[in-house]
């Protein structure tokens, strides 16, 4: 019997428990698999109560995938729409499978400190200008117009209508110089904002008012033509032209814009009137030139090429040389009066001097005056010459390193901080989709009920334009604000509204010019308080031009640059390349969030409540983009347009801005994207679905030096053809 007992007890486990035969041959692989499964099977069989401690799983482990963390619920806020309490949490969202990263964590926490606010600066926004340096660049005091040689009526209307009393020093120099009657070729060049246009217009508008009474008329024949790379800049001396003009000595004197995106029939017919001063990008100017017969060119005493760094970088050369040999054939040197030149003087306008502006100077220049705004004379040798261009005293110059998943709320919090009063904020970015996208982004509105926000009708119509809109409210940021938009793909009149509704001082409220470069050279923007370069220059020359929009004339103004953790040494190629006075944003990232995202009131004692109020921003967007198919359409595009446009950083320049540094996930959530377009996936393209390579075969791609350069050049060349819109 104790044997039956004893059997018994062997065979009483349920038939469930059976772990069938043990392997005992084959890979020991397949014998530890099969080992796995035998105690899986058993303790999934087993009653909970029956099962050891040791077996159980860790209460830590179950509370980080199942139970909030105390801790965390002490400290967090609920934030509407988050990962953690949205149904999207546990089960995929209903618009894609994509999966929702947080925005403080990784990369993006190990730039964070804490930033503490200090309460007496809340007025002074993220940068106080009061501090800085005396203004480089503004009128001297210690003497007038009078005293340079300019005539007293045309020194009358410039106070008066005008409101300008002093010369600045590079007007210092160059109206005694260009108004003497020496008649020789000039080079000028000076910083940005210190009055360029104004140094070259004066002398030729006084000596044209010159002229014999009989001569006073805008059919007396062409004598200034003035070159400049974009039709903006264009734009602006035109009508800096016609201020000078509406006088009643200067009234004759008609001026003439020649540029792309108007109309060549009604330029031709305004050529036939005549015209006495004529203005136009390269391209246009030598189309008149060749095709236009009633354009007559003999009497051209002035040929001034403004900008001349940019329309070298811009592959102008060829146009510029066949312009000037036009010009001096057609040229004839008979005496045209007293007051006026007797030979075609050449007059060459610069902010940044390179290799190929002293190219451009040795072949358009002879025997040269070399004119700046810091020389005491006229003249300057051969050494002076070298010297490293700067930027304003006055301006204060940041940078910030930002990691790639915190760029868009990093700008959207120094945007936030600094919209006050009449504030004025230029934004350049690398390319004009990602233009497109953040003025939607800004400017976009989604309603959370029925009866949390109300659009009106006509804003509800503005959100539904075509994408020539160039101005919205910037809803996003505050409701207070109106939000620009500027590029070269724009239609030229579109591209004029907006510069004259941007620029425009009857209305007071906060603006803010999203645009590329096109409106990094020579744009006079009025009362610029601050610059924010959200992508990189495309040299260190083009980072000059742009902060150059602010602190001009004297004004105060603020320039604050976001780099990537990867770009950092492009601070030291700056330092030595151009002479800027640049710092690192105290407290980095941190202080701009808190700047933008604290709750008003608060002391932001805990950073968790910035960080709470940037996720929700973000989030927002996110689940705008993923609700409206248009936007997202936008953001892919802008996307795919900033890996381009980072690809064609100088070569010089290519261990600083390197493709493969790039977190391509990362800057995706930078354009509010849960993930990388699949497009510019590294594989996408590499294998069909069967998993098997394309037949197609692949080109065998020539990396020698002259073809990389050659592929550079001509990446750049693409960049500034759409841009600017050449030809």
Not at 426 to 432: D, T, Y
Not at 575 to 581: D, E, F, G, L, S
């Amino acid at each position: 019997m104790a044997e039956e007992s004893l059997l018994l007890n062997f065979v009483t486990d349920e038939p469930g428990s059976s772990t069938g035969p043990v392997r005992s041959g084959g890979r020991w692989k397949d014998r530890l698999k099969d080992k796995k499964n035998q105690k899986r099977k058993a303790a999934s069989s087993m009653p909970t109560t029956d099962r050891s401690l040791a077996e159980r799983k860790p209460i830590k482990s179950q509370r980080k995938e199942n139970i909030p963390s105390m801790h965390e619920s002490k400290r967090r806020k609920s934030i509407p729409g988050s990962v953690s309490n949205s149904p999207s949490a546990t089960n995929p969202m209903k618009h894609d499978n994509t999966f929702v990263s947080s925005l403080f964590t990784g990369d993006s926490k190990e730039h964070l400190s804490k930033a503490p606010r200090d309460a007496g600066d809340e007025n002074q926004g993220m940068f106080d200008t009061r501090n800085q340096e005396a203004p480089s660049n503004a009128p001297v005091s210690t003497t007038t117009f009078a005293g340079v040689q300019l005539d007293s009526q045309l020194a009358s209307h410039l106070a008066e209508k005008m409101n300008i009393t002093a010369p600045t020093n590079i007007q210092n120099s160059c109206l005694p110089a260009l108004l003497n009657g020496n008649d020789r070729d000039a080079f000028i060049e000076a910083e940005t904002g210190s009055g360029k246009t104004l140094a070259y217009l004066l002398p030729i508008i006084q000596r044209l008012i010159r002229l014999p009474y009989e001569k006073r008329s805008r059919t007396s024949g062409l004598f200034a033509v003035i070159v400049a790379p974009t039709r903006e800049l264009c734009q602006q001396i035109y009508t800096v032209a016609n201020n000078l003009t509406n006088n009643r000595l200067a009234h004759w004197i008609v001026s003439c814009n020649v540029i792309g995106g108007e109309k060549k029939k009604s330029e031709k017919s305004r050529i036939r009137k005549g015209v006495n001063i004529l203005i136009g990008t390269p391209g246009r100017l030598a189309d008149h030139i060749e095709n236009t017969e009633a354009l007559d060119l003999s009497q051209v005493r002035w040929v001034v090429l403004d900008e001349g760094d940019r329309l070298m970088d811009m592959g102008f050369e060829e146009t510029i040389t066949k312009i000037l040999k036009y010009l001096d054939s057609q040229n004839s040197p008979y005496p045209l009066g007293d007051s006026m030149p007797s030979r075609k003087v050449n007059v060459l306008c610069s902010a940044t001097i390179k290799d190929t502006v002293e190219q451009l100077s040795q072949s358009a220049l002879k025997d040269a005056m070399y004119l700046r705004s810091s020389s005491s004379s006229a003249e300057d040798n051969e050494d002076e010459k070298k010297h490293k261009s700067s930027a304003p005293a006055q301006l204060l110059q940041r940078y910030c390193v930002i990691p790639p998943k915190l760029r868009l709320v990093s700008l959207a919090s120094i945007l936030r901080s600094n919209l006050k009063g009449n504030q004025r904020i230029i934004v350049f970015l690398s390319c004009a989709d990602s233009v497109n996208f953040h003025f939607e982004a800004f400017r976009r509105v989604q309603a959370k009920s029925e009866n949390e926000l109300e659009v009106k009708e006509d804003d509800a119509n503005k959100i539904s334009t075509s994408s020539e809109q160039a101005v919205d409210t910037a809803h996003r940021l505050n409701n207070n604000a109106k939000v620009y938009r500027l590029h070269g793909s724009l239609s030229q009149q579109t591209r004029t509204a907006t510069l004259s509704q941007f620029s425009s001082e009857k209305n007071n409220f906060p603006r803010i010019l999203l645009c590329t470069d096109v409106a990094a050279r020579g744009l006079d923007l009025p009362n610029i308080d601050l610059v924010v370069q959200y992508d990189a220059p495309f040299s260190t020359d083009d980072y000059l031009h742009r902060i150059g929009r602010t602190a001009r004339a004297g004004h105060s103004g603020a320039a604050f640059m976001f780099l990537l953790p990867k770009e950092v040494e492009y601070i030291n190629l700056l330092r030595a390349n151009v002479k800027v006075n640049i710092s690192e944003q105290p407290n980095g990232p941190s202080s701009i969030l808190s700047s933008g995202f604290s709750v008003q009131g608060s002391r932001a004692k805990n950073e968790l409540e910035w960080q709470d109020q940037a996720t929700e921003w973000q989030l927002e967007l996110e689940r705008m983009i993923l609700e409206d198919s248009e936007l997202k359409e936008i953001a892919k595009k802008a996307f795919s347009s900033y890996v381009r446009a980072y690809a064609t950083h100088l070569s010089s320049e290519r261990s600083i801005f390197n493709m493969r540094d790039l977190h391509l996930g990362h800057i995706a959530k930078s354009f509010a994207l849960r993930e990388a377009p699949g497009k510019m996936s590294n594989n996408s393209n590499s294998k069909q679905k069967g998993g098997t390579s394309s037949a197609r075969p692949k080109k065998i791609k020539d990396n020698s030096p002259a073809a990389i350069s050659a592929r550079m050049q001509q990446k750049a060349m693409e960049h500034y053809s759409i841009e600017h819109n050449i030809g």
